[in-house]
């Protein structure tokens, strides 16, 4: 097994409802806060060009109760996607949380922490779902169906499944 | 943690318990069978065979595709290692993004020297 370098992406479930996914990056909190939240500079990561999705418009109003709204189209979609919700929690160069409310109410909330080290930081995004089920349809609909029916947080990756598939 | 990892192991245990689908776990190991050869293979009526099929496909262990009259089986993905494998392509999801991130901070970087030394001027 290859040495894990300290940039790797981990991805781990750390519980029945919550996923988390981390890396560190070379760089000061501000940097990477300012690519995740200005759009212009977000809309250049947040979809790889690997992905085959388009990201057709992105609206981010980065503060406490401001709304956030992205949709994609994706070749095997019939119809462009949206996701949206609204921020909880904006700390400058240090936390985001916000709501996932594409599929209704009391969806997935996300958490992104910014924790400087050194040179470095380390980003935390957790997922926290609604229930076990809510998680474990999520997955299960990820490996087996490829494109699932309902539009949860996940689909942009779900779509994925679809496109490594054809 | 990880109670939700228990029924699953449950389901997968009562399923192996069993020689018969133990073997047909082997069998479909070399080939994927329809249900009429394993019943062959195992000497059964095609309904026992469909019993034994159906707990392995409860369990994951086992998947199975009807096209026409025939139903073939084939070795499906427990579902914990479904899990897994949802979540390694996850993570390659997040590891193709957080790339991208990179390069953008390397810019942002580099934006902020130059104009740093700008500024000094």
Not at chain 1, 22 to 34: D, K, Y
Not at chain 1, 64 to 86: C, D, I, N, T, W
Not at chain 1, 111 to 120: P, Q, S, Y
Not at chain 1, 142 to 166: I, K, M
């Amino acid at each position: 097994m290859a040495a894990k370098k300290e940039s790797d992406t981990t991805v781990e479930r750390k519980s029945d409802r919550e996923l988390v996914v981390t890396r560190s990056f070379n760089g000061p909190a501000r940097l990477v806060f300012e690519a995740w939240t200005k759009t212009e500079l977000f809309k250049r990561w947040w979809v790889p060009k690997s992905f085959g999705l388009t990201l057709l418009s992105c609206e981010k109003d980065v503060r406490v109760g401001g709304k956030y709204r992205l949709v994609f189209s994706h070749p095997s979609a019939p119809e462009p996607m949206a996701f949206f919700g609204k921020y909880l929690e904006v700390v400058p160069n240090a936390r985001l949380v916000w709501t996932n409310d594409e599929g209704g109410e009391g969806g997935t909330v996300t958490t992104v922490t910014f924790e400087e080290r050194g040179a470095r930081t380390l980003v935390v995004y957790h997922d926290l779902y609604p229930s076990k089920e809510a998680l474990d349809e999520a997955i299960a609909s990820g490996s087996t169906s490829g494109f699932g029916e309902s539009f949860g947080q996940l689909d942009e990756l779900l779509v994925t499944f679809g496109a490594e598939r054809s | 943690m990880v109670q939700y990892g228990q029924t699953r192991f449950d389901a997968s245990f009562a399923a192996l318990s069993d020689a018969t689908r133990r073997g047909v776990l082997e069998q479909l190991g070399r080939s994927d069978a329809s249900i009429t050869q394993l019943a062959e293979k195992f000497h059964m009526t095609l309904t026992g065979m469909k019993k034994h099929v159906g707990v392995l496909e409860q369990a994951g262990l086992v998947t199975t595709e009807k096209v026409g009259r025939v139903r073939t089986c084939k070795l499906g993905l427990g579902r914990l290692e479904q899990e897994a494998a949802w979540i390694e392509a996850y993570r390659r999801l997040w590891a193709a993004r957080f790339d991208e991130l990179d390069n953008v901070i390397e810019e942002l970087k580099r934006k902020e020297k130059a104009d740093g030394r700008k500024k000094r001027k």
